[in-house]
């Protein structure tokens, strides 16, 4: 997807005013969070631990009530899991007594019941192609490595041809080799199919390698979604050598400076109008931003890659 999408477009999913609160005698954990996905977009969200991203992602699953609000994709609202919302978790789960090809079989024959042996199969071998995976058809996940257990994962969700993808930390177990290569293939499986995408992640060089739009959530209880940053680099990036544009760094020290800096100030604050306002959208480096001017021209700072385990 490119940076081209129009806010003005109908979004495919709106989230509105959407509030969770677990226990009547604890605060939400996050409320009054709103935000659109256009088709074919890839979203990640970024938050500390704790701010309720995976429950924001359930949501969106259909496997979490929230506690307020709504969420409606391409025209329907979200009241139960679907096919149509295919789920990636950390674990990759997977079926253990089924091989490679049966686990993808089995979520293939979910969508397409009437399809024989052979189409299921024809299909399901495509998908594990696109991952790298031919040859791995007859291993059980026990064989495999996590990250071919993650790519299986990956390859099942595709499998299915879900109208939006949902990815809570894919390749948060995966060493950082593997995960590279995992990343790359998203990135351009993405591009032949322009699936729609929500990720977690906590690792900011992913969200700008992946994300056309990055959500940066405040810290919890009452988080919320406090901006909406743009992806300035070219949508043709790539991971090797999108750290030569100096536009990477104004984004990259953006969403660090929001995680060691912004996110808990806004938490200490209560910023009334931010919580409840609208989230600002930026693009870091081409906004007359101050918080990013300051640091528009520094050199990569000594910053961390991930958001820490918890609140700064
Ligand atoms: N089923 C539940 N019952 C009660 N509290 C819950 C439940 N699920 C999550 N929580 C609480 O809600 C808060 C948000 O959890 P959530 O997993 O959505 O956060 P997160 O931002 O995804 O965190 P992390 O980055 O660590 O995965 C946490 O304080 C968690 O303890």
Same mark, same amino acid.
């Given at each position: 997807?490119?940076?081209?999408?129009?806010?003005?477009?109908?979004?495919?999913?709106?989230?509105?005013?959407?509030?969770?609160?677990?226990?009547?005698?604890?605060?939400?954990?996050?409320?009054?969070?709103?935000?659109?996905?256009?088709?074919?977009?890839?979203?990640?969200?970024?938050?500390?631990?704790?701010?309720?991203?995976?429950?924001?992602?359930?949501?969106?699953?259909?496997?979490?009530?929230?506690?307020?609000?709504?969420?409606?994709?391409?025209?329907?609202?979200?009241?139960?899991?679907?096919?149509?919302?295919?789920?990636?978790?950390?674990?990759?789960?997977? &079926?253990?007594?089924?091989?490679?090809?049966?686990?993808?079989?089995?979520?293939?024959?979910?969508?397409?019941?009437?399809?024989?042996?052979?189409?299921?199969?024809?299909?399901?071998?495509?998908?594990?192609?696109?991952?790298?995976?031919?040859?791995?058809?007859?291993?059980?996940?026990?064989?495999?490595?996590?990250?071919?257990?993650?790519?299986?994962?990956?390859?099942?969700?595709?499998?299915?041809?879900?109208?939006?993808?949902?990815?809570?930390?894919?390749?948060?177990?995966?060493?950082?080799?593997?995960?590279?290569?995992?990343?790359?293939?998203?990135?351009?499986?993405?591009?032949?199919?322009?699936?729609?995408?929500?990720?977690?992640?906590?690792?900011?060089?992913?969200?700008?390698?992946?994300?056309?739009?990055?959500?940066?959530?405040?810290?919890?209880?009452?988080?919320?979604?406090?901006?909406?940053?743009?992806?300035?680099?070219?949508?043709?990036?790539?991971?090797?050598?999108?750290?030569?544009?100096?536009?990477?760094?104004? &984004?990259?020290?953006?969403?660090?400076?929001?995680?060691?800096?912004?996110?808990?100030?806004?938490?200490?604050?209560?910023?009334?109008?931010?919580?409840?306002?609208?989230?600002?959208?930026?693009?870091?480096?081409?906004?007359?931003?101050?918080?990013?001017?300051?640091?528009?021209?520094?050199?990569?700072?000594?910053?961390?890659?991930?958001?820490?385990?918890?609140?700064?």
């Amino acid at each position: 997807m490119s940076n081209d999408v129009k806010d003005s477009e109908v979004p495919f999913v709106k989230v509105e005013g959407l509030a969770k609160q677990y226990r009547s005698d604890l605060p939400p954990v996050f409320e009054n969070v709103s935000f659109s996905i256009h088709k074919g977009e890839f979203i990640c969200i970024i938050g500390h631990s704790g701010c309720g991203k995976s429950t924001i992602l359930n949501a969106l699953a259909g496997l979490e009530q929230a506690s307020r609000g709504g969420i409606v994709m391409d025209g329907k609202e979200v009241d139960g899991p679907s096919l149509d919302r295919g789920v990636v978790f950390q674990g990759h789960a997977l &079926l253990p007594w089924l091989s490679v090809e049966e686990n993808i079989a089995f979520a293939v024959r979910s969508r397409h019941p009437g399809w024989s042996r052979n189409q299921v199969a024809e299909h399901g071998a495509r998908f594990l192609k696109m991952v790298g995976l031919t040859g791995a058809e007859k291993k059980k996940p026990a064989e495999l490595s996590g990250g071919m257990k993650q790519r299986v994962g990956i390859a099942r969700a595709f499998a299915v041809e879900p109208k939006m993808l949902l990815m809570d930390e894919p390749f948060g177990a995966l060493d950082a080799l593997t995960r590279g290569v995992i990343q790359d293939e998203l990135l351009r499986i993405c591009a032949d199919t322009r699936q729609t995408v929500f990720m977690i992640t906590h690792d900011v060089d992913e969200a700008i390698l992946l994300a056309d739009k990055i959500l940066l959530m405040s810290n919890g209880p009452r988080a919320h979604i406090a901006e909406i940053v743009i992806n300035t680099l070219p949508r043709e990036r790539q991971r090797e050598t999108m750290h030569h544009d100096p536009q990477f760094y104004r &984004l990259r020290n953006h969403l660090v400076d929001f995680l060691v800096h912004r996110s808990k100030k806004l938490q200490e604050t209560r910023d009334l109008k931010a919580a409840y306002g609208e989230p600002r959208v930026v693009r870091p480096g081409l906004d007359s931003l101050k918080v990013v001017a300051s640091r528009d021209d520094e050199p990569p700072t000594n910053t961390p890659r991930r958001a820490a385990a918890g609140p700064a």
